[in-house]
């Protein structure tokens, strides 16, 4: 058995344990609650050894020195991602004895591992290219998705913290939490559709790489790309028309607005600190090391300091008088955005110094 | 009461003073930042010139163009407008510091008072416990139980008989926030010192061959005042792929004609020699250079020899009389289905050479010998001929840079990590122990207050009560 087996083990777990999560959110039955978190520290041992697995791997392969963890392309960074993020959820969990949370973060688990499987990206242990091989840049990426995961914890528990002290649908923070809750449902469904047509019921064809949204949003088919425009709209529109039923839901679970206000002002705490060291600080070195420039303005960095920018936004806003609850909790939603469009965005729709051709 | 009116100076300095300005810059500084993100900076025209058409249309492009050229969008980061918002910045840092800093200075470095009776309601943590014996008796205890978690009590007696312990820890703590905003201005300070004084530059240097310049910016040149010379550059690949494992250039260092110093460059190894600091960027081949193929030749019966020859000359296998001649070079030999042999790529990514062998003047061999792979290398008849180089064609590019200001951003940092680690997981710890007779017994009353995280320092009070109510009799 290699490592690719127990990620799609760990990657099978985590999907079940988020409908797990959602499931007992709303029925309430405890007996699926503990199913929940079984399935999830089953799954995460699953990765945990999965990873370590892999690491000898490269090692053994040759690719790599033994000082070097598997978290070096997109793939093993998301996984790593998840692994954080699940790792910081159950901490979460165990100290607040409170499993509502489960429903709002494991679905990031679930997106992150459903983008890896849809965009076809290559799972191989590649060897490290010259620039690649610093410590300066390990150091960088692993603080950075330490402090990418707590963010992500922050925006499950300041959604949920909108959804408790909001209910007039005409509100700003309403809708904004209804918005961001309805896109997150519908790239959940999106890519669950994708899974089903070229998984399920058919292969994929082989010179299909990415297979992202291509039952829905970027099909072949004129009418079902604009069906799902609609689809998506109307998933947004329910959300936002039955949303304020959440908040009995949540509330049901006795997490109050304040506590979910101290957990996501905790996970900043933690996430802004090793973010500004790992991310800004460690990357400035590693540029400063390979390239002989500390910082360039290339979008990747810029995206980050805007992430950053947006956290110190949060942690000054506290201060601000009228400003505590709602507006920050809004925030601390936008921070995630912010680092979801830094990792992926960058990558996906801009270019820069971090697309890393040839040395030449 | 009617406040007085304040001037203008006073004014300005409020605004600068206040967090509402500083969170109004984050958003201006992150939301313009977008901009150059989407707009490639410094850029050809034309391309950004087709990312506007793609936006705004065939039409609307060109003079979409002309608006972002003249608001500097192509170049933004440099732009007036995006430099005023970061002086802004800086001043907002400045000033707030400084209008906060005294207040929080009295707070951090002020000894802590007895509470008075009235403040009492006010401290957050509240514990009770009833010790057995007179306050005196009990005070020890309670100075070593404060001890036990790290506080040295002060005592202070009031008037009936009982007294207050008090303690506090990590006053500097509150200092945490300012020496985070301090390191933005040394790091930004170190910046600014970069841009004026520093130089960004590039060398390409021949193999075997010395510069003592730089290219800048706009192909001026600029003196180093020593020389550089290239003495190998080198690519290493993983395994039998042309994926790149190290690219590698031995550099000497000559200053005044001797040799000062001698270092292998790699990616992230850089060299730093007279306040310059020289990377490894990228690589080439030099065209129509005549570079020397260094071989090394290894009779059957005799020890290895290594020559060096140029294309279409001799030379003779120790201990035989078999000369070979190099009649070919490829940089990069692949074989295609045929067997025919081509190249494929115009960087040294698999280097070959060609050469025939001939005995009293009768041909006897010729073949291609390859530097990745040793197999080529043993002659049929049991001689081995390695290449392990050709010298003197490549060039290695390195980027030069100068940049006078790059410690403080480095102070900086390690500045920004001490106040931030200080700022977000340390705490300002107050404690005061009342202490009142009851009959035979104390009344003993834990008051605690923390800045930060008060939940973990009601904890450790806890903890302390529990161990001394463990004794009483309460």
């Known amino acids: 058995m290699d490592s690719s087996v127990l990620f799609g083990i760990a990657t099978i777990g985590y999907m079940l344990s988020m409908v797990a999560y959602i499931t007992y959110l709303v029925s309430r039955k405890e007996q699926v609650g503990a199913a929940a978190t079984g399935i999830t520290v089953a799954s995460f041992i699953a990765q945990t050894i999965a990873f370590m697995m892999r690491w000898v791997e490269g090692y053994e392969?040759?690719?790599?020195?033994?000082?070097?963890?598997?978290?070096?392309?997109?793939?093993?960074?998301?996984?790593?991602?998840?692994?954080?993020?699940?790792?910081?959820?159950?901490?979460?969990?165990?100290?607040?004895?409170?499993?509502?949370?489960?429903?709002?973060?494991?679905?990031?688990?679930?997106?992150?591992?459903?983008?890896?499987?849809?965009?076809?990206?290559?799972?191989?242990?590649?060897?490290?290219?010259?620039?690649?091989?610093?410590?300066?840049?390990?150091?960088?990426?692993?603080?950075?998705?330490?402090?990418?995961?707590?963010?992500?914890?922050?925006?499950?528990?300041?959604?949920?913290?909108?959804?408790?002290?909001?209910?007039?649908?005409?509100?700003?923070?309403?809708?904004?939490?209804?918005?961001?809750?309805?896109?997150?449902?519908?790239?959940?469904?999106?890519?669950?559709?994708?899974?089903?047509?070229?998984?399920?019921?058919?292969?994929?064809?082989?010179?299909?790489?990415?297979?992202?949204?291509?039952?829905?949003?970027?099909?072949?088919?004129?009418?079902?790309?604009?069906?799902?425009?609609?689809?998506?709209?109307?998933?947004?529109a329910l959300v936002w028309r039955y949303g304020y039923l959440l908040k009995r839901v949540v509330a049901s679970f006795n997490v109050t607005a304040g506590l979910l206000d101290d957990v996501t002002y905790k996970a900043i705490a933690v996430g802004f600190p090793v973010f500004t060291l790992g991310g800004l600080i460690f990357g400035a070195i590693w540029a400063d090391q390979a390239w002989g420039v500390y910082w360039s303005w290339d979008p990747k960095e810029t995206w980050s300091l805007i992430t950053w920018l947006v956290y110190a936004f949060y942690l000054h806003a506290r201060l601000m008088r009228g400003w505590k609850g709602r507006?920050?909790?809004?925030?601390?939603?936008?921070?995630?955005?912010?680092?979801?469009?830094?990792?992926?965005?960058?990558?996906?729709?801009?270019?820069?110094?971090?697309?890393?051709?040839?040395?030449? | 009461m009617v406040e007085r009116k304040k001037g203008l100076v006073d004014r300005i300095w409020d605004l600068f003073a206040s967090v509402k300005f500083a969170v109004v810059l984050f958003l201006l500084i992150a939301l313009t930042s977008i901009i150059g993100t989407v707009i490639e900076q410094g850029a050809e025209p034309e391309k950004n010139l087709m990312l506007l058409k793609r936006l705004f249309g065939d039409s609307l492009a060109p003079s979409a163009f002309?608006?972002?050229?003249?608001?500097?969008?192509?170049?933004?980061?440099?732009?007036?407008?995006?430099?005023?918002?970061?002086?802004?910045?800086?001043?907002?840092?400045?000033?707030?510091?400084?209008?906060?800093?005294?207040?929080?200075?009295?707070?951090?470095?002020?000894?802590?008072?007895?509470?008075?009776?009235?403040?009492?309601?006010?401290?957050?943590?509240?514990?009770?416990?009833?010790?057995?014996?007179?306050?005196?008796?009990?005070?020890?205890?309670?100075?070593?139980?404060?001890?036990?978690?790290?506080?040295?009590?002060?005592?202070?007696?009031?008037?009936?008989?009982?007294?207050?312990?008090?303690?506090?820890?990590?006053?500097?703590?509150?200092?945490g926030v300012y020496i985070t905003h301090l390191s933005i201005i040394v790091i930004m300070l170190g910046a600014v010192i970069g841009i004026f004084f520093g130089f960004k530059g590039y060398m390409p240097i021949q193999e075997g061959y010395t510069a003592d310049f730089a290219y800048g910016r706009d192909d001026t040149t600029q003196s180093l005042g020593f020389a550089?010379?290239?003495?190998?550059?080198?690519?290493?690949?993983?395994?039998?792929?042309?994926?790149?494992?190290?690219?590698?250039?031995?550099?000497?260092?000559?200053?005044?004609?001797?040799?000062?110093?001698?270092?292998?460059?790699?990616?992230?190894?850089?060299?730093?020699?007279?306040?310059?600091?020289?990377?490894?960027?990228?690589?080439?081949?030099?065209?129509?250079?005549?570079?020397?193929?260094?071989?090394?030749?290894?009779?059957?019966?005799?020890?290895?020899?290594?020559?060096?020859?140029?294309?279409?000359?001799?030379?003779?296998?120790?201990?035989?009389?078999?000369?070979?001649?190099?009649?070919?070079f490829s940089p990069a030999l692949a074989m295609d289905d045929s067997g025919k042999t081509f190249t494929y790529s115009n960087m040294m990514n698999n280097p070959a050479v060609y050469i025939e062998f001939s005995e009293g003047g009768k041909e006897r061999y010729a073949g291609w010998i390859l530097r990745r792979f040793p197999s080529t290398w043993r002659l049929p008849d049991g001689n081995v001929v390695e290449l392990v180089d050709y010298w003197g064609v490549q060039y290695t590019g390195l980027q030069v840079r100068k940049d006078p200001g790059v410690w403080l951003v480095y102070l900086g940092s390690g500045i920004m990590t001490l106040g931030l680690c200080i700022a977000f997981f340390m705490s300002h710890r107050r404690v005061w122990v009342l202490v009142g007779r009851e009959g035979r017994h104390s009344a003993v009353t834990v008051l605690a207050s923390a800045n930060k995280n008060r939940q973990a320092f009601e904890r450790k009070i806890d903890k302390l009560v529990s161990a001394l109510s463990g004794g009483s009799d309460g």
């Open chain 1, 61 to 236: 392969m040759g690719l790599r020195s033994f000082w070097r963890p598997p978290i070096s392309n997109l793939y093993e960074s998301l996984i790593f991602f998840v692994w954080c993020l699940i790792l910081g959820y159950l901490i979460i969990e165990f100290r607040y004895r409170n499993r509502s949370f489960g429903a709002f973060i494991t679905p990031l688990a679930g997106l992150a591992l459903a983008f890896i499987e849809m965009t076809g990206m290559s799972k191989e242990i590649q060897p490290l290219l010259p620039a690649l091989q610093s410590n300066w840049l390990l150091a960088h990426v692993t603080l950075s998705f330490i402090a990418y995961s707590t963010f992500g914890l922050s925006f499950g528990t300041a959604l949920m913290y909108l959804i408790e002290k909001t209910e007039k649908r005409t509100e700003p923070a309403y809708i904004f939490w209804t918005v961001s809750l309805g896109v997150l449902v519908v790239l959940l469904l999106a890519m669950g559709a994708d899974f089903m047509k070229f998984h399920v019921l058919a292969s994929t064809p082989e010179e299909m790489k990415s297979y992202l949204f291509r039952a829905t949003f970027k099909s072949d088919s004129g009418a079902v790309s604009l069906a799902s425009w609609a689809g998506a709209a109307a998933v947004v």
């Open chain 1, 327 to 360: 507006k920050v909790a809004v925030v601390a939603v936008v921070g995630f955005v912010a680092v979801v469009f830094t990792y992926l965005g960058v990558n996906l729709l801009l270019s820069g110094l971090h697309s890393y051709g040839s040395l030449g």
């Open chain 2, 66 to 175: 002309r608006l972002f050229e003249s608001l500097g969008f192509m170049d933004m980061y440099r732009s007036w407008w995006f430099v005023s918002l970061l002086v802004l910045f800086a001043a907002n840092l400045i000033i707030c510091s400084l209008d906060r800093l005294p207040r929080i200075w009295r707070l951090a470095t002020e000894p802590i008072k007895p509470l008075s009776p009235r403040m009492t309601g006010s401290v957050p943590i509240r514990r009770e416990v009833r010790l057995k014996g007179p306050p005196e008796a009990v005070r020890e205890r309670l100075e070593e139980a404060l001890s036990s978690i790290g506080f040295k009590a002060g005592y202070s007696p009031d008037e009936d008989g009982g007294y207050q312990l008090y303690s506090q820890k990590g006053g500097y703590t509150r200092l």
């Open chain 2, 228 to 328: 550089i010379r290239c003495d190998d550059f080198d690519v290493e690949f993983y395994d039998m792929s042309d994926m790149p494992k190290v690219f590698r250039s031995r550099l000497t260092v000559i200053r005044d004609g001797r040799e000062v110093m001698k270092k292998v460059v790699e990616v992230n190894s850089p060299l730093r020699y007279g306040g310059y600091t020289f990377y490894q960027s990228n690589y080439g081949m030099v065209p129509d250079a005549d570079g020397y193929f260094i071989l090394k030749v290894r009779g059957r019966t005799g020890k290895a020899v290594t020559i060096n020859r140029m294309l279409g000359e001799s030379f003779v296998i120790p201990g035989t009389e078999i000369v070979g001649t190099i009649r070919d």
